[in-house]
């Protein structure tokens, strides 16, 4: 059977929490429950890192504006991750070059890492705190059911996975939208109060530079 669907959907779960994915598909491996894990990632070492870092992340994550810091900082991390951890999993299946797969989970954890990060700058712009919470707790349980689930069921997970990366890029399109036409009304209503204090004249924008010297 192709290793595909399994490539696209660890390549998903990488750009929301790659190293979630490496600990899963590590400790997946280590206890036999699959034999597509390669054992570069059954490693102690590797597991035990994936561990640390996972729970950086967890803690990163729930602190608004921390976990846009964190996501800027994975722009690069979880794109490779998806990309080594797809490539990996090619070359234990051996149904698909390795360059093809790294290109595939590289690609859909570029995309899925943007949506996470767009979404959270949106979610930032609330003052409470636990909206962060309460998103943070389901990408990790999404990654962790979705990873498991395509252990045994890949094709099916991968389908779950390409409808919610879907829905993701459109829900960052409506926030960014929306985010847009508050910051317009916002300096608009800036504007107008501005205008209608004692004194007030309306502001004079300079023409542009047409690059021609006057003498």
Not at 45 to 71: G, N, Q, R, T
């Amino acid at each position: 059977m192709s290793v595909l669907p399994l490539v696209f959907t660890s390549g998903w779960a990488s750009g929301i929490n790659a190293y979630a994915v490496v600990l899963l598909f590590g400790v997946f491996g280590a206890t036999g429950l699959t034999d597509e894990v390669p054992a570069s990632l059954q490693r102690t070492d590797v597991l035990v890192a994936a561990a640390v870092l996972f729970l950086c992340e967890a803690v990163a994550d729930k602190i608004p504006y921390v976990d846009s810091i964190w996501d800027s900082v994975h722009t690069v991390i979880r794109p490779i991750a998806g990309a080594v951890v797809g490539a990996l999993l090619a070359g234990q299946n051996g149904s698909l070059p390795e360059l093809a797969a790294g290109a595939v989970g590289g690609s859909t954890a570029l995309l899925s890492h943007f949506v996470k990060a767009g979404t959270r700058m949106a979610v930032n712009t609330s003052p409470e705190p636990f909206s962060n919470i309460a998103l943070s707790l389901a990408e990790d349980l999404g990654v962790a059911a979705i990873v498991t689930f395509a252990v045994f069921h890949p094709v099916a997970a991968a389908v779950i996975a390409a409808a919610l990366l879907l829905a993701g890029l459109a829900i960052v399109v409506f926030l960014a939208q929306q985010i847009r036409r508050f910051w317009r009304r916002r300096s608009q209503r800036r504007e107008e109060k501005r205008l209608r204090a004692p004194g007030a004249r309306p502001r004079v924008h300079a023409p542009p530079d047409d690059g021609s010297d006057h003498f």
